[in-house]
């Protein structure tokens, strides 16, 4: 007779028990690991956004066809002119560019070199 009922066969065993509790865990900590990921992401658009001006939420629940109360707030007027002294010449406007026809050279560039090509039958000539 044979034993081949008391060994375990193979791929059985302690071994073969935790490998399915390994990849759970695996796959747990992979779960966790992406919500913290998300959440993090989420704190920090929400952070972000705590020095812009915080917007009054529309009340979802109301009458079909009815609109909010909602008062408007009172736009700031804008601030008068500063008065200018009299004193003050004019400023003299810039002259315009269609003025000289002709254009002046730059200095920083230098002129562009005919450079014959590679394939050119005549060298460039």
Same mark, same amino acid.
């Given at each position: 007779?044979?034993?081949?009922?008391?060994?375990?066969?193979?791929?059985?065993?302690?071994?073969?028990?935790?490998?399915?509790?390994?990849?759970?865990?695996?796959?747990?900590?992979?779960?966790?690991?992406?919500?913290?990921?998300?959440?993090?992401?989420?704190?920090?658009?929400?952070?972000?956004?705590?020095?812009?001006?915080?917007?009054?939420?529309? +009340?979802?629940?109301?009458? =079909?066809?009815? @609109? /909010?109360?909602?008062? &408007?707030? !009172? *736009? +700031?007027?804008?601030?008068? =002119?500063?008065? @200018? /002294?009299?004193?003050? &010449?004019? !400023? *003299?406007p810039a002259p315009s560019p269609s003025a000289d026809p002709t254009a002046a050279p730059?200095?920083?560039?230098?002129?562009?070199?005919?450079?014959?090509?590679?394939?050119?039958?005549?060298?460039?000539?």
């Open positions: 007779m044979t034993d081949e009922g008391d060994r375990p066969a193979a791929g059985e065993g302690d071994d073969a028990r935790a490998r399915p509790r390994r990849k759970r865990l695996a796959l747990v900590l992979l779960v966790v690991a992406a919500v913290l990921a998300v959440a993090g992401v989420v704190a920090a658009i929400v952070l972000s956004q705590g020095d812009a001006e915080q917007v009054t939420p529309i +009340p979802a629940t109301g009458e =079909p066809g009815t @609109t /909010p109360d909602i008062t &408007p707030s !009172p *736009t +700031p007027s804008p601030p008068p =002119p500063a008065p @200018t /002294p009299a004193d003050e &010449p004019a !400023p *003299t730059s200095i920083s560039v230098p002129p562009a070199q005919d450079v014959p090509y590679p394939t050119d039958p005549n060298d460039g000539k």
